[in-house]
Structures are given as structure tokens and as C-alpha cells.
């Protein structure tokens, strides 16, 4: 990350699905899709880092799903985005990365798995993926990415720059910023 990284297009915005307050000296924004193999190995490091650095960070999540690679991975944003009108986003999108290996093999009925095993209604979200367009949320998010210079998944942007390099690079530079701040 340096002053030549490209730029954030879309400020992160109170719209935005974010861990942490807002006032953090960090945000570290994730463009992720929910299906990608990366996306899932990078799961556990992102919870890592939420924890080492506690309230100096927060967290944005934002959908890029790869459809024409992961062609689950756009109903499972559309899911993601449905539980989340109904409030359960973090644990939905938790959930998808933690049992991707599961959910993926089973297609659409491992999402529906995912409802039961969160004890989300699914009444609730076939309902809210009917009445709300979801899928525009997630159109948006993805076109944001595009305008922010995002080829693949996961990509990530530290206070608005794109983070290019490994987990220990990351989180170097969130260390970094917070000694500054």
C-alpha cells in the first residue's frame, strides 16, 4: 500500500456492513466472494487480525461474487443480503465462510442448511429475497469493486488503498497506520 495504490471508488458508508466503530484509526474493507477458495483461507487470518487489533480496526465486508467461476456464490451473497435486512448478516456471512466446504458441495440446499443451522426463518427469507432487491445490493457492491480497480477475490483496501501483498504485509500496514494515528 503506497500513495500510487489505487483508491477506494465508494467511501465506506453507514450502508456498508461494518465490524467495529466507526471512528477506528484503520478500516480494512474486504472484497470478497463467498464461494472462493482464497476468500476462505482468508477467513481466519481477517478474524485474526479483528482480534489482535481490537477496537484500533474496523471491519467492512462488501460482495464480489465471481459467478462465472462460482456460480453459487451470487445466491449466497443474495442470502447474505437477505439476512441481513432480517439482522443475522454477520452470522450468515460467518457461516458461509466456515462451512464453505460443505454449503458448496450441496449447492442451494447447503445454503438452506445454513438458515436451519442459524435458526433463521426461511419463510422470512424466501419472502425478503422476494420483496427486497437483494440483488441489487449486491450488483452495486460488485460494481463498486469494479470501479475500484478489483480483478479477483478476496481484495482488500486499507483506509481507502488497495492492500496488495500477504497476511503478514496486512498486517504490518494495519500496524502501522494505528502507530500513527
Known sequence: ???????????????????????????????????????GMAYPTIKRIQHAFGADLRFVFRNFPLSEV?????????????????????????????NQDTWTVYGTEGLEAGLRDLG???????????????????????????????NGTPCFFVNGYRHDGDAASLEYAIANLIEQA
Not at 465506506?12 to 480494512?28: C, E, Y
Open 1 to 39: 500500500m503506497n500513495a500510487t495504490s489505487p483508491e477506494l471508488a465508494i467511501p465506506v458508508s453507514a450502508q456498508d456492513h461494518a465490524q467495529g466503530k466507526a471512528g477506528a484509526p484503520v478500516t480494512l474493507l474486504e472484497y470478497g466472494d463467498y464461494q472462493c477458495p482464497a476468500c
Open 70 to 98: 462460482h456460480p453459487l456464490a451470487r445466491p449466497a451473497a443474495e442470502i447474505a443480503e437477505a439476512a441481513a435486512i432480517l439482522h443475522h448478516f454477520w452470522p450468515m456471512h460467518d457461516w458461509l465462510y466456515e
Open 120 to 150: 433463521i426463518d426461511e419463510a422470512a427469507i424466501t419472502r425478503t429475497l422476494r420483496e427486497h432487491d437483494v440483488g441489487a445490493r449486491v450488483r452495486s457492491d460488485f460494481m463498486g469493486g469494479v470501479r475500484s480497480g478489483v
